[in-house]
T-cell receptor, first 113, second 112 residues
Framework: AQSVTQPDIHITVSEGASLELRCNYS??????LFWYVQSPGQGLQLLLK??????LVQGIKGFEAEFKRSQSSFNLRKPSVHWSDAAEYFC???????????FGRGTSLIVHP | ETGVTQTPRHLVMGMTNKKSLKCEQH?????MYWYKQSAKKPLELMFV???????ENNSVPSRFSPECPNSSHLFLHLHTLQPEDSALYLC???????????FGDGTRLSIL
C-alpha cells in the first residue's frame, strides 16, 4: 500500500536555528506533494506544493521544500525559525492525477526562545 | 480567512443524541472532504465527495452519515455515537481531487 512517513514525531529547535522536517513516501506514479501546517485550534493550511518542474519549491512563511525522486523524499526546510512557527506539520502525497492525497502522521515543532 | 466555514465550532452530545455538523465553502471547489483528527493518531479520511457524488468511504461506521446537497455544502449527520468518536472533525475542499485542500477550523466533538 502507498504510504507517507514522517519519521520525527517531535522536533525541538531554538529560535533562529535552521529547520528540516522529513517526509518520505512509498514509490509510485509521479507524485503530487504537499506540506501543510496546523496551529492549535485551527485547521490545516497549505505551505507549499510540488506538481512538476523545479524540484525546489518555495512556499509561504519562508518555507521551502525539495523533491528528491531518487530518495522518495520531500523535506521541508526553513533557514531561521521563529517562535510563531511552533505548530504541527503534515506532509501529503497524491500518486497521480486521480488519487486523493494521503497524509503523514505529522511532526510537532517546538521552538525554544 | 479560511474560505471553508464549519459550524458549530464545539459540540457536546450524549450517546443517544442526533446532531449534524455543517461545512460550507464558497471557493468554487468541486471536491469536499470529512476528516477525523484524534489525539496521537494520524489524520483519518472519512468521506470524499466530487461533484456532489461520494467517491470515497473509508470504512466509516454507519453512525456517521454524510450528505452533500450541493457543491458548496457538506454535512455530517451523527447518531448514537460512542465515546471514542470524540475528536476534531475537519472539513476541507479542493478544486479537484488531487489539488491542494483548504481546511476549515474544525468542530471539536465531545461525546459524554
Amino acid at each position: 500500500a502507498q504510504s507517507v512517513t514522517q519519521p520525527d514525531i517531535h522536533i525541538t529547535v531554538s529560535e533562529g536555528a535552521s529547520l528540516e522536517l522529513r517526509c518520505n513516501y512509498s514509490y509510485g506514479a509521479t507524485p503530487y506533494l504537499f506540506w501543510y501546517v496546523q496551529s492549535p485550534g485551527q485547521g490545516l493550511q497549505l505551505l507549499l506544493k510540488y506538481f512538476s518542474g523545479d524540484t525546489l519549491v518555495q512556499g509561504i512563511k519562508g518555507f521551502e521544500a525539495e523533491f528528491k525522486r531518487s530518495q522518495s523524499s520531500f523535506n521541508l526546510r526553513k533557514p531561521s525559525v521563529h517562535w510563531s512557527d511552533a505548530a504541527e506539520y503534515f506532509c501529503a502525497v497524491a500518486w497521480g492525477g486521480s488519487y486523493i492525497p494521503t497524509f503523514g502522521r505529522g511532526t510537532s515543532l517546538i521552538v525554544h526562545p | 480567512e479560511t474560505g471553508v466555514t464549519q459550524t458549530p465550532r464545539h459540540l457536546v452530545m450524549g450517546m443517544t443524541n442526533k446532531k449534524s455538523l455543517k461545512c460550507e465553502q464558497h471557493l468554487g471547489h468541486n471536491a469536499m472532504y470529512w476528516y477525523k483528527q484524534s489525539a496521537k493518531k494520524p489524520l483519518e479520511l472519512m468521506f470524499v465527495y466530487s461533484l456532489e457524488e461520494r467517491v470515497e468511504n473509508n470504512s466509516v461506521p454507519s453512525r456517521f452519515s454524510p450528505e452533500c446537497p450541493n457543491s458548496s455544502h457538506l454535512f455530517l449527520h451523527l447518531h448514537t455515537l460512542q465515546p471514542e468518536d470524540s475528536a476534531l472533525y475537519l472539513c476541507a475542499s479542493s478544486q479537484d481531487i488531487n489539488q491542494p485542500q483548504h481546511f476549515g477550523d474544525g468542530t471539536r466533538l465531545s461525546i459524554l
